[in-house]
């Protein structure tokens, strides 16, 4: 109740922020010299709220579908692409952790060319993937490279740090019993690297979305909310709002891939706490 109320109370304020400076703010924005710092307010950069939210209920084209229908599509789609990704990046960052961890110069060796790899910008990146990838796999497999891409990076880095969390004294423990690297790792490491692993998976999960939004805009696929996105920003100057129902069906798929990883967080952290009070 407390995180719904939280929640709740963090959209009312958005959208009174929005409303707001809507109502307050200057039609050509906020400019300081010479710099404009806050977006211009008029109905063109900034439709009411309530005038996106009609238009997700009008058809999309005249006798057509309505909009909110044509986003639902493309966000469907575009979770597939992010699943694909996410799973991928998932099982690159898990395997690159653990390498990491049990080869010392592994980690001192590969680490700092997996933190470079971040520095290179998407969308120069995307069309590269897109001409070595698309004469032996589909559009929708090259988007999710795109996505893994991005993805693994925070699984790899948090997940190491959970690896490496345990106290000397646990590990000690371990060796004392005999225990190979193997078993440490499943009895001793991985519980303790569960804190560290899930918020790398929800930065994970929402990076995955990005990198699949990106990589449908860059690669050209159609059949996403990346493509939807530009489709109707060519709009914007006739119909605002239906740009923004595209942004908002972005937004909202990656609330809810964060989402579903946080549910996949319940059992399993439940499960590790009653083990450490069984322990004790």
């Known amino acids: 109740m407390r995180r719904a109320l939280a929640i709740l109370a963090g959209l009312i304020v958005a959208v009174a922020l929005w409303e707001g400076y809507k109502a307050v703010g200057s039609p050509d924005g906020t400019v300081l010299f010479g710099v404009r ?9 900034m439709p009411h709220l309530w005038t996106v939210a009609q238009r997700l209920g009008r058809p999309e084209l005249a006798g ?18 992010t699943a694909a990704g996410f799973v991928a990046g998932a099982v690159v960052g898990l395997l690159l952790a653990m390498a990491m961890q049990r080869f010392r110069i592994v980690e001192r060796g590969l680490l700092p060319y997996v933190i470079l790899s971040q520095t290179v910008p998407l969308v120069a990146l995307a069309p590269l993937v897109a001409g070595w990838g698309g004469s ?8 999710a490279v795109i996505a893994a891409y991005l993805a693994f990076f925070p699984i790899a880095v948090g997940m190491l740090r959970g690896l490496q ?5 646990g590990a000690e423990l371990m060796r004392s019993y005999a225990a190979g690297w193997w078993r440490t ?3 001793l490491r991985f519980p303790a690297a569960l804190p560290y692993l899930f918020p790398a998976l929800r930065l994970a999960g929402a990076a ?9 805009i860059s690669t050209g696929t159609r059949g996403g909310i990346g493509r939807l996105i530009i489709e109707y920003s060519r709009e914007a100057t006739s119909d ?3 740009v923004y129902t595209a942004m908002l069906g972005a937004a909202l798929l990656g609330l809810l891939v964060a989402g ?13 706490r009653h083990v450490e009070v069984v322990t004790l």
Do not use: N, Q, Y
């Not at 969390?165 to 004294?169: L, M």
């Not at 579903?260 to 590790?272: D, G, I, T, Y």
């Open 37 to 45: 710092i806050l977006p211009r307010a008029d109905d063109l950069s």
């Open 64 to 81: 057509g579908d309505p909009v909110w229908l044509v986003v639902l599509r493309a966000c469907l789609f575009t979770l597939g692409i």
């Open 136 to 143: 032996i796999m589909p559009a929708w497999a090259t988007v």
């Open 165 to 169: 969390s345990p106290s000397a004294s």
């Open 185 to 187: 790792l499943v009895k």
């Open 208 to 216: 995955a979305v990005v990198g699949a939004v990106v990589g449908e």
């Open 240 to 242: 605002p709002a239906k």
């Open 260 to 272: 579903a990883v946080s549910l996949l967080e319940v059992p399993l952290m439940r499960h590790r």
